[in-house]
Each structure stands twice: as structure tokens, then as C-alpha cells.
């Protein structure tokens, strides 16, 4: 089924958020529907019907309701995108994204980017020469083919290595995301030690790690992938989602396996651990 793609307005855009002291989103849903994506909850609020990656609402008015916010708030630090992938497909040609960044940042406001698509790159010819930006890539594993089971709409984790490499030859602050982290996946050994290793080559400024949030929705959405592609998987899934200690001691084998990889790769003392 073709996603339902709508033009809309909005009456505000530079919300309040817990991350950040803001938080801006061009877009309402997101095209990349990554099975393991948190904003899934979001359908909870838009009313929408269609599942989680086949719809998107585009705020047309984004631009022209910013310049307006920016005239009468306060400055502060900003994450783009909460709830959406600023960058995704729909972005290439409204550049609402692109140009609600170049604002915030010459506005004076903190600007803390993170995406899963190359297309940023194009906007590098904005964000250059801020010292307020921060470009951050979220790359959960160096394996494209692994990753295209559960995020295969995004650009492949290689294209976006090399999009935080090309940030760091422009200059920016660089921080790479390394979640979630799939249980008995992303988080095993060899290929965290892979992954940091990576993330050291592309000369990454900071780091943060987080697990696999297991809400009813995402869990859903992981299920059948997991029994298709990885039914070895199923039982370590079953006890994560049971009540229990288990949850609790896996996840602290997975932080001490990060701690390794990221002192092997000389990062561990500009990662931050949310496991």
C-alpha cells in the first residue's frame, strides 16, 4: 500500500522538550517506518489510521511559524527531529528541515541534529561555520545487510559513516547514536567492537548508546521479522519482555560489552551509556 502523504499547517513548531530545551518537527510520521522506532506512540495523539510508516503529514507553514517563534522566545538548545527524521524522502524537496536549521542556528539557539539519511549532507553549506551545530548520525551497526531488515528505508549505515566522516572534514561537532541496540544483534561483541572502531575512523566527537526499548508497538513490529529471519532469537526475546530480573542482568552484560569496545576504540570517555 502506497503511503497517504499530506501538505498541512501547523500552529506551532519549537515545543518544549525533555532532551533538549527544544525540540522541532517538519513532519508528522516518518516514511523510514524502521521497525524498532519509539515514535511509533506518536499515532496515539495524530489520530492517524494508517500504520506507522505509511503516512506523512508535511507542515508547509513550518518556516514562516519559526521565524515568528524565534521573535519572541528564548534562546536554548534544540533537537531535530523528536519524532520524525528531518531529513527523510519528503524532505528533498520541501527543505523545510534545511531551512528551520539555518534559523536556529543563526538565531543563536544550540542546534543538536540527528538523522538517518545522507540527504543532510546537501545542507552542510548551512551549517557550516557554526559553532552551535552538533551533526549526529543515528548508525546502529556496520553490517548494511543486517540492517536492512529492520531499517531498510534509511540510508544504509555505511552511507551514513561516511556522512559524519564528510561533517568532520566541514568542521561540525559530530555524535553518533548507537541505538537502539538490538538484543543478540547489534549488541553482540564483535560487532560492537566493529562498530566503535567505525565510529573512531569517521572521527566522532561523541557518542551515545541505548537499548532496545521493547513498547507493545515496537514489539509487534519486531516479532515477525525476528521469527522469519532470526527464530533462534525468539527465546531471548520472550524473556526480555517477561517480568523479572533477566531484563536487568542483560542489559548490564550489554553496558560492560560497550564499555570494552568504546575503551578499545578510544571513545569511552565521550560515550554516554542510556542502558
Not at 549532507?121 to 552538533?134: A, I, M, Q, S
Request: proline share 4%.
Amino acid at each position: 500500500m502506497r503511503p497517504v502523504v499530506r501538505e498541512i499547517e501547523c500552529k506551532t513548531l519549537l515545543c518544549k522538550s525533555g532532551v533538549c530545551d527544544y525540540t522541532i518537527n517538519c513532519y508528522v510520521g516518518c516514511l523510514h517506518g524502521c521497525a524498532f522506532c519509539y515514535a511509533r506512540f506518536m499515532r496515539r495523539f495524530t489520530g492517524h489510521w494508517e500504520p506507522w510508516g505509511g503516512y506523512l503529514d508535511i507542515r508547509v507553514n513550518a518556516v514562516k511559524v519559526l521565524e515568528h517563534e524565534l521573535r519572541r522566545k528564548k534562546p536554548g538548545s534544540v533537537f531535530v527531529s523528536s519524532v520524525c527524521d528531518g531529513w527523510q524522502p519528503a524532505e528533498e524537496k520541501y527543505r523545510l528541515t534545511r531551512e528551520c536549521v539555518r534559523r536556529l542556528a543563526e538565531a543563536g539557539f544550540k542546534v543538536n541534529i540527528l538523522t538517518k539519511s545522507a540527504l543532510a549532507e546537501r545542507d552542510f553549506e548551512v551549517l557550516r561555520g557554526h559553532r552551535n551545530v552538533e551533526f549526529g548520525m543515528s548508525i546502529t551497526c556496520t553490517e548494511d545487510a543486517l540492517a536492512s531488515f529492520f531499517e531498510g528505508k534509511a540510508s544504509p549505515n555505511s552511507a551514513r559513516l561516511e556522512c559524519i566522516r564528510r561533517a568532520r572534514e566541514e568542521g561540525l561537532q559530530t555524535c553518533a547514536m548507537a541505538a537502539p541496540l538490538l538484543p543478540g544483534l547489534y549488541d553482540a561483541e564483535e560487532r560492537l567492537e566493529s562498530l566503535f572502531t567505525a565510529f573512531a575512523e569517521a572521527g566522532v566527537t561523541r557518542v551515545n548508546v541505548d537499548k532496545l526499548n521493547l513498547y507493545p508497538s515496537v514489539a509487534a513490529a519486531l516479532g515477525p521479522i525476528i521469527r522469519r529471519h532470526f527464530p533462534e532469537l525468539g527465546q531471548l526475546y520472550r524473556r526480555l519482555l517477561a517480568k523479572g530480573g533477566f531484563k536487568e542482568d542483560y542489559w548490564a552484560m550489554v553496558r560492560e560489552r560497550v564499555e570494552v569496545a568504546a575503551r578499545g576504540a578510544g571513545l569511552w570517555e565521550v560515550t554516554r551509556l542510556f542502558i
